[in-house]
């Protein structure tokens, strides 16, 4: 093991020992030790809730809703990956509802800026100044759906919650963790194959 | 379906190459989705809700109702949907960073309504009975804004209410 990936597992302990201490806290009454948790594991919800086809109100709403859901039954949860697994499943499953009951957002929605009040809605593309960026937004879009999403969420995530929140979105098991899965197969082999990726 | 082993590059262990990807993926991400600002704030008053045994209302719709010559006159209209409520309410800025809130729940009951509003580090909460399920709250401060309904009819008031999911009013 060389002393990079020494770090990255000392890193990754201590950051699993503290939502370990938060979650414990939290149990015990003390609901303010869960603000830190909400800044650590907010991103990666509020990528679980767009993956999911929700627009921008609706992502929100259902990241609070989650997290409100948390406090009824931090007591079921045992351990900090178990916890970031619970939360990535109960977003998913506040998000369905939402669903349910509302036109999906399609990919065009979420590849022009919906939120925005102007007459044309701009593309994603024009905000990616980088080369580098527009290539992998591009190629990343011809990933089946499924992938997109899945793929969305883990590059938030930390490597060893990997396989929990592909479990959690309910993917097969193998599609990401320890291995690369196919998705992020197909998304190396397009960037390899690209001038400007593989020059790098 | 069985499918045969797959052998290949999805198999193979992840490398720095997947890292790096990986991390390029979420720099995309971050330009062109960011995370609302305000998330984080909205989470942390959720959290305060307090009663853990009310039912969650989850937000509905939320439309703008009609936008005067002025913003300040901007009324928006926020409904939230549980399995045994609906819960209604307008908003109507009344200038000074004041809110003017008008709603009802259906079907009528007799409830109170409780309307915790600011932020996660300092709010103000207050309260009305209503027969009919009508109530107002007539001069409010803006921030986020959770409502509360306790049922009377029930007899136990703060076993069978419904808490709305946080929004900014």
């Known amino acids: ?38 800044s650590e594991l907010n991103p990666l919800l509020w990528r679980v809730a767009r993956s999911q086809g929700l627009l921008a109100e609706d992502a929100s709403d ?11 039954h931090m007591h079921a949860i045992r351990s900090p990956l178990a916890l970031v697994g619970w939360l990535v499943a109960a977003t998913r499953r506040e998000a369905w509802r939402v669903n349910a009951r509302r036109r999906k957002a399609t990919w065009q929605d979420i590849t022009t800026l919906d939120d925005q009040a102007g007459d044309e809605p701009e593309p994603v593309e024009r905000l990616l100044t980088a080369e580098r960026h527009r290539i992998l937004w591009r190629l990343f879009a011809r990933l089946p759906e499924r992938c997109r999403a899945l793929l969305s969420v883990i590059a938030k995530a930390d490597r060893p919650d990997y396989a929990a929140i592909s479990e959690a979105l309910d993917m097969p098991h193998g599609s990401i963790g320890p291995t690369r899965g196919r998705c992020l197969a197909k998304l190396r082999a397009l960037l390899l194959a690209d001038p400007v990726w593989s020059a790098e | 379906m069985s499918e045969p082993p797959v052998t290949g590059p999805a198999d193979e262990p992840l490398d720095a190459w997947d890292d790096r990807i990986l991390a390029e993926l979420d720099a ?15 989470a942390r008053f959720a959290l305060r809700a307090g009663d853990l045994d009310f039912e969650i209302s989850r937000l509905y719709d939320l439309s703008v109702a009609g936008a005067g010559a002025r913003d300040e006159e901007t009324t928006r209209t926020v409904t939230f949907e549980s399995h045994t409520l609906t819960i209604m ?44 399920g009508r109530f107002v709250f007539a001069d409010v401060p ?14 136990l008031p703060d076993i069978t209410g419904i808490v709305t999911s946080p929004i900014a009013i």
Do not use: Y
């Open chain 2, 142 to 155: 803006s921030g986020l804004a959770q409502f509360h309904v306790h049922r009377a009819s029930s007899g």
């Open chain 1, 1 to 38: 093991m060389d002393a990079d990936s020494t770090h990255d597992v000392d890193a990754r302990g201590a950051r699993s020992e503290r939502l370990g201490d938060c979650l414990s806290r939290a149990k015990n009454g003390d609901v303010t030790a869960l603000d830190a948790v909400v």
């Open chain 2, 28 to 42: 995309v991400h971050e330009i062109v989705d960011p995370m609302p600002a305000d998330l984080d704030e909205r």
């Open chain 1, 62 to 72: 259902v990241v609070q809703t989650t997290w409100m859901e948390l406090v009824r």
């Open chain 2, 89 to 132: 309410v307008t908003v109507s800025d009344i200038g000074g960073g004041r809110r003017r809130l008008e709603g009802w729940v259906a079907p009528p009951d007799e409830v109170a309504v409780e309307l915790r509003v600011g932020a996660a580090t300092r709010e103000e909460s207050f309260r009305v009975d209503t027969e009919n």
